[in-house]
């Protein structure tokens, strides 16, 4: 995933480059490309201004007063022109003309210009020599967008050029359209980009993000966890691997299971039977009758304890065979707590014991009422019959920042350290305290997979003042 995230990375560093370098020729060719449309409108113009002096020449003398009338009735228009979006409330475009040395005659906008010479100026002198004149001169040299445009057309008379006329606008008058499309351009990029930043994102949170839960899933099976399948969203893709790599666990792990489970029940009721099978084979002999009754209880017994295991491993292998539980109550644990005291009060009375209790009314935690009244009572059941006569038990509740621990504290032996790591394993079992009897084995690794399967975890470990300390933490 980490390749993929660089790969992403990079993705979104040359996109954002691409977005700028677009934005730069957009934006340095936005300015030019406005202004010489200008420019070229302004030709249009001033040929037409130029042809309307040509036709009011005086004895050779150019005479503006036709344009300036024009003009000067012009500039009292008021009108409201909305062009894309600017508002246009009066002209813009002025002019001023020469006589053939390049006097100013007349100029709309600046009357003080009258009598200045203006030959040296291209769009003057380049228009006398019959070449396209046209100017740019700032108004102000310290502000770059006081430039005024100038486009100049000669005034023939019988084939003779004796002046011109010149048409400016300021390009303030422009800079608004500028303006306009370079904020189109902006939010149109943006835009863009937001929407690949966005589908980019999308593509990590609906694809990778689940690919790499599903990587973790199974990273945590490989380590021989069982974890909750997790939350992959509604993406078909990955809920179609997801799907596939479940079954898959499903089938391996059911196949491995089936083969460990026969080959450690074969194991834990070869004793059993043996037992069963030579006490039934000496029935057959003439013995006293405690003899018989003897070999009969023997057999009784091992018949129960066959029981326990194949009970403990079917209950066993129902958690083992869920990755997630099928319910998810918010339970209070005080009324849980006082269940299972009350099915065991029997054997806790027979070894009079005394259980105090210390449990938060306010404690709940979120999982399977069936499973954890199960757990608590292989772990108390387990204190009972490691409880001397008369001793007290201790169970209480602690919250910690995500889950709620439930510790059960005997003051029995305690577990010897060779015993330690070996607890939660499948039919590992300690002799109980003055006899050789042994339970199944199978009820602390219950205890792991409830734990387990709600996101906790359980613990073994010998309390400082003797005896033993079990911990079943659950999921707030």
Known sequence: MRVTRIIALLFLLISAAGFYSLYNYLNNGLEP??????????????????????????????????????????????????????????????????????????????????????YPFHDVIHTFQGKYGARSTRADEDLPHSSVMYVGAPIIHQDKIIG?????????????????????IIISLCLIGFGITAFTFAVFFWLFRPLGMLIDYARAITRGDRPAYPKLGRGREVNTLGTALRNMRAALEGRNYMENYI??????????????????????????????EKFLANIHAETERSQRIIDGLLQLSKLESLDQLDTNEHLELLPIIKEVLN??????????????????QRHTVHGDHMSIIAALS?????AIQFSPTGSTITVESISTDKHIELRVTDNGPGIPDYAQNRVFEHFYSLARPGTDKKSSGLGLAFVKEVANLHNGYATLENAKAGGTIVTLALKK
Do not use: C
Request: no cysteine.
């Open 263 to 292: 080959r450690m029940l074969t194991h834990e009721l070869k004793s059993p039977l043996s037992a069963i099978k030579g006490a039934s084979e000496l029935l057959n002999e003439d013995m006293p009758r405690e003899h018989r």
């Open 164 to 184: 011109t006329v010149s048409l400016y606008k300021p390009q303030t008058d422009v800079l608004p359209f500028i303006e306009g499309r370079r904020r189109w």
């Open 378 to 382: 292989n772990i108390i059941t387990n």
């Open 33 to 118: 490309q406005t202004l010489q449309a200008t420019e070229e409108s302004m030709v249009d113009q001033v040929h037409l201004l130029s042809a309307v002096l040509e036709n009011n020449i005086s004895n050779g003398e150019i005479d503006p007063e036709i344009l300036i009338s024009a003009f000067d009735k012009a500039k009292t228009h008021r009108f409201n022109a909305i062009i894309y979006k600017m508002h246009k409330r009066e002209i813009g475009t002025n002019f001023y003309v020469t006589n053939s040395k390049g006097i100013v005659l007349y100029d709309s906008a600046h009357p003080e210009r009258i009598g200045m010479n203006f």
């Open 343 to 360: 099915d065991l009060n029997s054997l806790i009375e027979q070894h009079q014991l005394n259980i105090q209790l210390q449990i938060n």
